[in-house]
Nanobody, 121 residues
């Protein structure tokens, strides 16, 4: 089965930076798209950024120019570089792979356990 594990969260001052990583494990042949979501206390989960197998990226308006999503296909890992962090970026960040091709067929909607990001003012 496929598992996603996020690392890199922590606490930083406003204006600081963090780099999150999400490593996928299992008998993975390909991942068409991976994304980062976040959920702040009392709010709905929202898409922060995504990246396709071909490298096309998409960002929420609130993080454009500050966050960068990237990937390493050989390692089945996606990263989120977060710069110029603001208190409103505080949330639990989740990695998502909506469709994964494995050795035994397709799997859907895999989620990591989440990693906490806290930005203080």
């Amino acid at each position: 089965q496929v598992q996603l594990v996020e690392t890199g969260g922590g606490s930083v001052q406003a204006g600081g930076s963090l780099r999150l990583s999400c490593a996928a494990s299992g008998s993975i042949l390909s991942i068409a798209v991976m994304g980062w979501y976040r959920q702040a206390a009392g709010k709905q989960r929202e898409l922060v950024a995504s990246i396709t197998e071909s490298g096309t990226t998409n960002y929420a308006e609130s993080v454009k120019g500050r966050f960068t999503i990237s990937k390493d296909n050989a390692k089945d890992t996606v990263y989120l570089q977060m710069n110029s962090l603001r208190p409103e970026d505080t949330a639990v960040y989740y990695c998502n792979a909506p469709r994964v091709l494995t050795a035994t067929g397709y799997g859907y909607e895999y989620w990591g356990q989440g990693t906490q990001v806290t930005v203080s003012s």
